[in-house]
C-alpha cells in the first residue's frame, strides 16, 4: 500500500535473539530476562552470496577492499592469527618526551612492516603524539562510518592526581595505543584506508591534516542526516538485541573496574602497613638475644610478603585495568555505530514517505531512495561483521586475561605460603645441648 515503508532486506536467515552476557549474575532483578545465545550474532554464510559492494565510505577505487563484499572474503583469512597470513605488522613504542617553548608533550615510534602493495617500501618508521592517532580515529569514524572504529584510551588527566609525564602513565598509554593500530590493522577494512596508509608512512602529518579539514565523505554526509525529528518506525530485532547487550555489557564491566580499583586502592593502604610492620620485628630482635633469629625471620617473612603484593597490584594495575577500560570504551563506540545506523534507516523511511505522499503515479522507487535503502543494507552488513569480529576478540582477550589474573594470584599466595614455611624451622624448639 502507498505510504507504507519497503522493508528492509533481511541480511540473515533469522532476527537475533538475546544474547549471553559472559559476566552475567543469576539475579533476575538486576539482568532482566535470561539471555540466550544466538547463532545471528555470526555473520550468516548467506550475505556472502550477496553484491554488497556498496558505498560505505570515501570513493576508493574498485581495486580497494573498502567493500562489505571485500571484508567477507577476507574474514575467513584474518581468522588465521598465527601470523602467516598477515602482511601487515605495526608496533608502537620508544616514547619520547619533547620540551618546547610553548608546550611540553610525548611522541611514539610507528613502525610499520608490510608486503603490501599500496606502501612503496617494505617498512616505514615515524613519530606521532596523541594527537596524531586522534586524528586518525576521527578519519576513520567520518570516511568508514559503517564499521566499528577501535576506541583510543581516554586523552583526559586529572591534573595533581596523574603524572601525564610518569613513566608508568606513558607506557600504559604506549600500550593502549599500540592495541589500537594492531585492532585497525586486523581489520579487513580499516587496514586498507587511505587515512591509515598516510598516518603510517607519512614524515609530515600536518600538511595531511590541513588538507582534509574542511572534508567529510558523501556518506558520512549522510550519516550526519538530519531527519527533521522523524522517528524510527522499528530497529530490527537483531539490532535492538545488540543495543541490550551492549548496555548490560558496559554496565557490567564499569561495575567489575570500579570494583577492582577499590580492591586496588585497598591493598596499596595495606602494603603501607605492612611495610611499618616488618621492620618492628628486627627492632625487637635487636632487643632479645635469644629471640632474635626467628624475630629476624619474621621481619624478612613480611618484607618478601611485601614484595609480592607490590608484584600483584602493578600486575593488575597495568595489565587488568586497561583491558576493563578498553572494553568499556569499546561498547561505546559500537552503540555509536548503531545510532548511525539508526539515522540512516530512519532516513530512508522519510524519503519513502514523501514519495508516497505525492501520490504521483509512479510504479518506479526514485534513484536516491534506492541509493538510502542500498546504505542502510551496507551498514546492516558491516554492522554484524564488526560485531561477531569484536566478539571474537573479546573472548579471547577475556580468556587470557582472567587466566593471568588467576596465575597472578597463584603466584602471589605460593610467594607468601613460601615465606611463612621459611620460619617455622625457626620457632620449633630445638633440642637443648649438654
Known sequence: AAGVPKPLTSSGPKSLREMPH??????????????????????????????????????VDTSSPASSSSLLNRLQLDDDLDGET??????????????????????YRVTTKTTRAEFDLPEYSVRRRYQDFDWLRNKLEESQPTHLIPPLPEKFVVKGVVDRFSEEFVETRRKALDKFLKRITDHPVLSFNEHFNVFLTAKDLNAHKKQGMALLSK????????TGGYKLRSRPLEFAAIGEYL?????????????????????????????????????????????????????????????ALEE?????????????????????????????????????????????????????VPTDV??????????????????????NNKRQDFRQLLMGMADKNIQYYEKCLTAWESIIPLLQDKPETK
Not at 596499596?268 to 610492620?277: I, S
Not at 620485628?281 to 611485601?306: D, F, H, K, Q, R
Request: aromatic letters at 6%; glycine letters at 4%; proline letters at 6%.
Open 22 to 59: 559472559p559476566l552475567a549474575t543469576s539475579s533476575s532483578e538486576e539482568m532482566g530476562p535470561a539471555l540466550t545465545p544466538s547463532p545471528d550474532l555470526l555473520l550468516p554464510r548467506s550475505i556472502a552470496d550477496k553484491d554488497l559492494s556498496l558505498p560505505n565510505g570515501t570513493p
Open 86 to 107: 598477515k602482511d601487515l605488522f605495526v608496533t608502537v613504542d620508544d616514547p619520547k618526551k619533547h620540551v618546547c617553548t610553548m608546550e611540553t608533550y610525548i611522541t
Open 219 to 226: 556518506m558520512g554526509e549522510s550519516v550526519k542526516y538530519v
Open 247 to 307: 548496555d548490560t555489557f558496559s554496565l557490567k564491566l564499569g561495575t567489575i573496574d570500579r570494583i577492582a580499583q577499590r580492591i586496588i586502592k585497598e591493598q596499596l593502604e595495606y602494603l603501607v602497613e605492612l611495610r611499618e610492620y616488618g621492620p618492628i620485628y628486627s627492632t625487637w630482635g635487636g632487643l632479645e638475644v635469644e629471640l632474635s633469629e626467628p624475630l629476624e625471620g619474621v621481619s624478612a617473612c613480611v618484607g618478601n610478603c611485601c614484595t
Open 312 to 364: 600483584l597490584s602493578e600486575d593488575m594495575t597495568d595489565d587488568f585495568l586497561p583491558v576493563l577500560r578498553e572494553y568499556i570504551l569499546y561498547s561505546e563506540s559500537m552503540k555509536n555505530v548503531l545510532k548511525k545506523r539508526d539515522q540512516v534507516q530512519a532516513e530512508y523511511e522519510a524519503k519513502l514517505e514523501a514519495v508516497a505522499l505525492k501520490k504521483e503515479d509512479r510504479p518506479k
Open 370 to 391: 534506492e541509493k538510502c535503502q542500498d546504505r542502510v543494507e551496507c551498514f546492516n552488513a558491516d554492522l554484524k561483521a564488526d560485531m561477531e569480529r569484536w566478539q
